[in-house]
């Protein structure tokens, strides 16, 4: 009884592979017999279509094929015959019109025959070839198999029949074991999958693609040449003029060399950055692998950039600090080609002086002033250790230790000393174990650089430096020495001398003192106030008050360089009436009588000074005040349209010039009364003396343009006279003994401005002292009042509006009073060690110009004498003053502009008196405010 065939959608029978290798080894044995065999009649369906061609038989079957197959015997899988053998069992599908259940291959056409086994045996073929499991070929030509349901097929793939119905193979004859030499059709998702010499060489090309492509950027990947613009960067130091450091400022960064660096220091940043650093070509590739592993481990937070590579972008330009793939490769690259052009030397030292430490510090120099307070060639090993650790993370560590957190630097300095360890045990083993706590480090300093008396320095110091191109950029990057004119210690007792003689008055009233070097324009010193943070006013470059009596020196000035004497007797009447001008009149209302002009400074009687002023002429008056530097800082206030203060005067107040209407600063009043020490020359004051570079390059010399405002002679006859105001006029308070004094006092109305500027041979001193109180609302406004005000008489910052007002001083100060008492004081200090010298002698230059007549001589009779207590040089005319415009400009806003008071007098009321308000108070900004916003916050630059 025939077997029955397995069921295709079952699976295939367990004896199968049996078969399939008893008909491989058949068809092995079979190989190169001349002609094929066909196989026997089996069951199927007969072969339809046209026969292929010659010697190839064609069908699919479900079960094996062989040379031949018993009539009525199931096939099983796929196979091939020489001829156009059929194989029994499933239906096949055939070349032509039939399927048969196997197909046979071979060199000509079919030859039927008995089959071995139509179960185990493949058919081999005319030529010889082996019988292979495969997909179903196509038969030659050759009649088509009887046609029935499941009975045998005809012998061949024919030509012929008509396709009968399907077998037990499954839908027209596919069997389970179909396939093509030999091997089973992958199925499933297996099936998608290509062969892998494909994929080998579709790896091949990729990795080809992309090492060239890596070639080809690596060759077109330039060395840097250009440094970035901040490599360099260091800052600025600022010195007093004895070449003690006065501030420092900006990037704190001073470059070694390598021979500076100890190899100990360059062993633990090595030890802490790159330790392949000696032997590596500029990456690390195990490095990198490392710190992944380490990173993602949280064994240790680490970074893959080897030294070299930081040094590129933190060195070169091009290199920016955004993470990125692309900024990465290239890094690399640069990295790799630096290795090849510098030395390991050089491009360790370049790193080390560029990279950023903490505290403000970049470069290891730097860092190791910071932290140790030292040179870097002195640091230990174990310090070295601890600046090298704090690369990885500078400015997190600095916050962290500042909240007295060292946790996270202590495991850095313990991880680098073992690295040290590691790299050189017979150097550094010794020093694995030294405790974190035994480190010293030098005390954090939060410097306020704006704090005290040196805010108020610095402020000229950076104003002075950008009118001379210089910007604070510059100061913070390019490693400049500014050397200025300076001195501590005189800036020191100005600043005490003004406490004890100002502690008892109310803070409404303020003192500023300047001192300058006759001969070179030097400021030696000054006062503006206390602390520039708290009271940002630089009072004595910026308070412009009127000069008052202290401006008559220049007046007599012009007299004697018109050719007129000392001995020329003027008339001091009471009160006299020029061309334009108000009423001018003395502080004492007897008449003085015929008077010559060292009697007149002496007692600075007002109408000498006026006649005077009008022999002369304003404009000689005014070209020798303004050659003497005075009256320059209000070209800074719109409202005198660029004017000097000067100029301004003589063109609306006239003759009141004479009496010193101009409103002045105390640098410029001692700048100005320079020409009577210096012979007649005026140098322009400055604050530097030279700006350099680190390597001593001059940027800046100093100014020192001389210029001849006087003869030597009128210098010398104007000193003679000032020296009777202090032997025994209005300045007698300032006598210093044996020490030569000369200086004139200046006090206006009502005792609103007071001055005293006097000076000996080798330096000049203006005090000026003023009263300016801040009030919520303009005069006549309902809820008008004064507001309160600080230690430093300044109102709250917050408020939005003030208005100031300039109000009397108490009698006593006037300008033979208080500020008088202070030059004393100051000057006594300040001169103590200086060589006692002599004012040139009087040169009685000039001829007699007598605007009186001589009184005869009188009786003898007791000398006059001059009471110290009357400081009765009250400049000012005392009629018709009306108070100042008051205006509601921000505090320290000189650049406000704002009306006159409608009277047609700018910046003084119209009525051509003056009132001692000076320009400040005109223009309602804060008296004496600096020329800035408001100041820097703490612990910032300005």
Same mark, same amino acid.
């Given at each position: ?51 292929? /061609? +010659? $010697?190839? !038989?064609? &069908?699919?079957?479900? @079960?094996?094929? %062989?040379? =031949?197959?018993?009539? *009525?015997?199931?096939? #099983? ?76 097929? /005809? +012998? $061949?793939? !024919?030509? &012929?029949?008509?396709? @009968?119905?399907? %077998?037990? =193979?499954?839908?027209? *004859?596919?069997?389970? #074991? ?195 307070g030292k040179n870097v060639k002195d640091l230990t090993p174990p310090e070295a250790a601890y600046i090298a650790g704090r690369i990885q993370n500078p400015s997190t560590f600095d916050t962290l230790e500042a909240n007295d957190k060292f946790a996270a630097t202590k495991e850095r300095y313990q991880y680098v000393l073992k690295y040290m360890a590691d790299l050189n045990p017979t150097a550094y083993g010794k020093y694995a174990n030294v405790p974190f706590e035994s480190l010293k480090f030098k005390k954090v300093k939060i410097t306020e650089i704006n704090r005290g008396l040196k805010g108020y320095m610095l402020n000229i110091v950076f104003r002075e430096l950008k009118k001379r191109g210089i910007s604070e950029d510059d100061l913070k990057t390019k490693g400049l020495r500014v050397h200025t004119t300076f001195d501590e210690q005189k800036m020191k007792d100005a600043q005490k001398v003004v406490q004890a003689r100002t502690a008892n008055l109310d803070s409404t009233i303020h003192a500023s003192i300047a001192s300058v070097n006759p001969k070179n324009g030097r400021v030696v010193a000054f006062y503006s106030g206390d602390d520039f943070i708290d009271d940002y006013n630089n009072r004595a470059f910026d308070a412009a008050k009127q000069a ?395």
């Amino acid at each position: 009884m025939r077997r029955q065939e397995p069921d295709p959608a079952v699976g295939r029978r367990p004896e199968a592979a049996f078969e399939d290798t008893q008909a491989m080894m058949a068809a092995q044995a079979g190989a190169g017999r001349p002609s094929g065999r066909a196989g026997a009649p089996g069951a199927g369906v007969p072969g339809q279509g046209p026969a292929q /061609g +010659p $010697g190839q !038989g064609a &069908g699919q079957g479900a @079960g094996v094929t %062989g040379q =031949g197959a018993a009539p *009525g015997r199931s096939a #099983g899988p796929p196979g091939q015959g020489a001829g156009s053998g059929q194989g029994a069992g499933a239906p096949g599908r055939g070349a032509g019109t039939g399927q048969s259940a196997a197909f046979a291959q071979g060199a000509g056409p079919a030859q039927g025959g008995p089959a071995r086994d139509a179960d185990t045996v493949l058919g081999s073929g005319a030529t010889g070839g082996r019988g292979r499991r495969a997909r179903g070929g196509r038969g030659t030509t050759g009649p088509g198999g009887p046609q029935r349901p499941t009975g045998p097929g /005809g +012998p $061949g793939g !024919g030509d &012929g029949g008509p396709r @009968g119905p399907e %077998g037990p =193979g499954g839908p027209e *004859g596919r069997g389970p #074991g179909e396939g093509r030499g030999g091997k089973a059709k992958r199925s499933g998702w297996k099936r998608f999958l290509p062969s892998w010499k494909i994929v080998m060489a579709s790896f091949a090309v990729l990795a080809a693609g992309v090492f060239g492509m890596i070639a080809v950027a690596y060759a077109n990947t330039p060395v840097p040449t250009t440094t970035q613009a901040t490599v360099d960067d260091r800052g600025s130091v600022i010195y007093y003029a004895n070449g003690t450091v006065l501030a420092r400022l900006g990037v704190k960064r001073t470059p070694v060399t390598i021979k500076d660096i100890p190899v100990w220091v360059q062993d633990a940043v090595i030890s802490a950055e790159n330790r392949s650093f000696r032997e590596d070509s500029g990456i690390d590739l195990r490095g990198m692998a490392r710190s992944v592993w380490s990173t993602l481990s949280g064994a240790q937070l680490q970074g893959a950039s080897t030294i070299t590579q930081q040094m590129a972008r933190n060195y070169y330009d091009g290199l920016s600090q955004e993470v990125s793939i692309q900024r990465k490769v290239k890094e690399i690259f640069v990295a790799i080609k630096i290795n090849k052009t510098l030395s390991k030397d050089e491009i360790l030292t370049r790193y080390l002086n560029a990279i950023y430490f903490g505290r403000g510090a970049n470069g290891i120099q730097a860092a190791a002033k910071a932290f140790f307070g030292k040179n870097v060639k002195d640091l230990t090993p174990p310090e070295a250790a601890y600046i090298a650790g704090r690369i990885q993370n500078p400015s997190t560590f600095d916050t962290l230790e500042a909240n007295d957190k060292f946790a996270a630097t202590k495991e850095r300095y313990q991880y680098v000393l073992k690295y040290m360890a590691d790299l050189n045990p017979t150097a550094y083993g010794k020093y694995a174990n030294v405790p974190f706590e035994s480190l010293k480090f030098k005390k954090v300093k939060i410097t306020e650089i704006n704090r005290g008396l040196k805010g108020y320095m610095l402020n000229i110091v950076f104003r002075e430096l950008k009118k001379r191109g210089i910007s604070e950029d510059d100061l913070k990057t390019k490693g400049l020495r500014v050397h200025t004119t300076f001195d501590e210690q005189k800036m020191k007792d100005a600043q005490k001398v003004v406490q004890a003689r100002t502690a008892n008055l109310d803070s409404t009233i303020h003192a500023s003192i300047a001192s300058v070097n006759p001969k070179n324009g030097r400021v030696v010193a000054f006062y503006s106030g206390d602390d520039f943070i708290d009271d940002y006013n630089n009072r004595a470059f910026d308070a412009a008050k009127q000069a008052a009596s202290a401006f008559k020196p220049y007046v007599l000035a012009a007299w004697l360089e018109s050719g007129r004497s000392l001995d020329s007797l003027i008339d001091g009447v009471s009160s006299i009436e020029l061309p334009g001008t108000a009423p001018i009149k003395n502080s004492h209302a007897a008449p003085y009588g015929p008077i010559d002009t060292v009697k007149a400074m002496a007692d600075s009687v007002n109408t000498v000074f006026a006649q005077m002023g009008e022999t002369v002429g304003l404009k000689e008056v005014a070209r020798i005040a303004k050659e003497a530097g005075v009256g320059e800082r209000v070209k800074d206030n719109p409202l005198y349209g660029g004017q000097n203060s000067v100029d301004w005067a003589v063109d609306h107040q006239k003759y009141q010039t004479t009496i010193g209407v101009a409103s002045v600063t105390a640098v410029e009043q001692a700048a100005g009364y320079s020409i009577f020490a210096n012979e007649g020359k005026h140098v322009d004051w400055h604050t530097i003396i030279k700006v350099t570079d680190s390597k001593g390059l001059v940027w800046l010399p100093e100014q020192l343009v001389e210029r001849q405002v006087i003869s030597p002679e009128a210098a010398a006859d104007a000193t003679y006279a000032l020296q009777a105001v202090v032997k025994g006029g209005t300045g007698i308070a300032a006598n210093l003994g044996v020490r030569p004094v000369a200086g004139k006092t200046g006090t206006n109305n009502e005792y609103k401005d007071a001055w005293f500027v006097g000076f000996t041979p080798q330096i000049v001193t203006a005090v000026g002292m003023s009263k300016d109180v801040p009030y919520n609302k303009l005069p006549g406004k309902s809820g008008r009042r004064v507001l309160k005000v600080d230690k430093h008489g300044l109102p709250n910052r917050k408020l939005k509006t003030v208005y100031w007002e300039e109000e009397p001083m108490p009698s006593f100060i006037g300008g033979g009073g208080t500020p008088t008492q202070i030059w004393h004081d100051y000057m006594a200090l300040i001169t103590a060690k200086d060589k006692v010298e002599q004012f040139p002698e009087r040169a009685n230059t000039g001829s007699l110009s007598n605007l009186a007549t001589p009184r005869p001589t009188p009786s003898p009779t007791e000398t006059e004498t001059y009471n110290p207590d009357d400081n009765g040089d009250n400049g000012m005319p005392d009629v018709g003053v009306t108070p100042p415009p008051i205006t509601d400009c921000q505090p320290g806003d000189l650049s406000c502009s704002q009306p006159d008071d409608g009277s047609g007098g700018g910046p003084l009321n119209g009525d051509g008196t003056g009132n001692g308000g000076g320009f400040d108070n005109n223009t309602g900004v804060a008296p004496g405010a600096a020329v800035m916003p408001t100041p820097t916050p703490t612990g910032q630059r300005p």
